[in-house]
């Protein structure tokens, strides 16, 4: 079961107060997961960036709580607050660029103000920049002719933008890789797919030799990376 607890929240930009929830349970029945850690859980995740109301800028969610909680009547007068969700350019064709520009901006505005902050907005621009090129259809999935073309057509198209942020997607890697090691506690096989996914395959190989409890995924990172594989991939 999944259940929310409704908590009030002030912009800390204009003073609007909005009503938001807070995910405090679920149960996950099916679930897919990636080498970079994304996990799709079919869950409707409660985000930590929201989004004002009234002045539309961004603020972390957990810093605009209420010390106080407002009892029902008041909470319902409330707007809820938005999230990247709501913005306007949700269902542009151009959606998973700008995505990756917002997190991109967040970061080069310092919207990040200590470490954990950071290294979740970087994660976030990591599994957006790769959103990219994680669901792309094969052409052996074409149902006929016109189906094949589109999907060589979404695969040139996506391959190129993602060409385009692979700079970027090194650049964020090698700071993401700093705050992982600085925090302690490192997975390495989480470690070993950053290097993996920044072509330094030989690093990768180290890190993951490392690793004492080998499994599936051990042997699915050993593959990609002697094949000298820098992709997302589906975890087994």
């Given at each position: 079961?999944?259940?929310?607890?409704?908590?009030?929240?002030?912009?800390?930009?204009?003073?609007?107060?909005?009503?938001?929830?807070?995910?405090?349970?679920?149960?996950?029945?099916?679930?897919?997961?990636?080498?970079?850690?994304?996990?799709?859980?079919?869950?409707?995740?409660?985000?930590?960036?929201?989004?004002?109301?009234?002045?539309?800028?961004?603020?972390?969610?957990?810093?605009?709580?209420?010390?106080?909680?407002?009892?029902?009547?008041?909470?319902?007068?409330?707007?809820?607050?938005?999230?990247?969700?709501?913005?306007?350019?949700?269902?542009?064709?151009?959606?998973?660029?700008?995505?990756?520009?917002?997190?991109?901006?967040?970061?080069?505005?310092?919207?990040?103000?200590?470490?954990?902050?950071?290294?979740?907005?970087?994660?976030?621009l990591w599994w957006s920049i790769n959103d990219l090129v994680r669901h792309l259809s094969r052409w052996h999935q074409a149902r006929?002719?016109?189906?094949?073309?589109?999907?060589?057509?979404?695969?040139?198209?996506?391959?190129?933008?993602?060409?385009?942020?692979?700079?970027?997607?090194?650049?964020?890697?090698?700071?993401?890789?700093?705050?992982?090691?600085?925090?302690?506690?490192?997975?390495?096989?989480?470690?070993?797919?950053?290097?993996?996914?920044?072509?330094?395959?030989?690093?990768?190989?180290?890190?993951?030799?490392?690793?004492?409890?080998?499994?599936?995924?051990?042997?699915?990172?050993?593959?990609?990376?002697?094949?000298?594989?820098?992709?997302?991939?589906?975890?087994?």
């Open positions: 079961m999944t259940t929310f607890h409704q908590i009030a929240i002030k912009c800390p930009h204009c003073g609007t107060l909005m009503r938001d929830f807070e995910l405090m349970s679920h149960t996950v029945h099916t679930s897919t997961t990636y080498s970079d850690g994304l996990c799709e859980d079919g869950v409707s995740k409660i985000k930590d960036i929201s989004i004002c109301t009234n002045c539309s800028q961004a603020f972390w969610r957990e810093d605009a709580k209420l010390s106080k909680e407002l009892d029902y009547e008041a909470m319902e007068e409330l707007e809820g607050a938005l999230d990247m969700m709501d913005l306007p350019w949700r269902l542009d064709d151009d959606r998973q660029e700008k995505k990756i520009l917002f997190y991109k901006d967040l970061l080069e505005n310092d919207f990040a103000d200590n470490d954990m902050k950071e290294i979740y907005l970087r994660t976030r006929n002719l016109k189906h094949l073309r589109f999907i060589l057509k979404h695969r040139k198209e996506n391959m190129k933008l993602f060409k385009k942020y692979e700079e970027l997607l090194k650049e964020n890697l090698n700071r993401l890789i700093f705050l992982y090691i600085k925090k302690g506690e490192v997975d390495l096989l989480y470690l070993a797919d950053m290097y993996r996914e920044k072509s330094d395959f030989n690093k990768a190989m180290e890190i993951l030799l490392k690793v004492e409890q080998k499994g599936g995924v051990y042997n699915q990172m050993k593959h990609k990376i002697r094949r000298k594989n820098k992709r997302v991939f589906q975890l087994n």
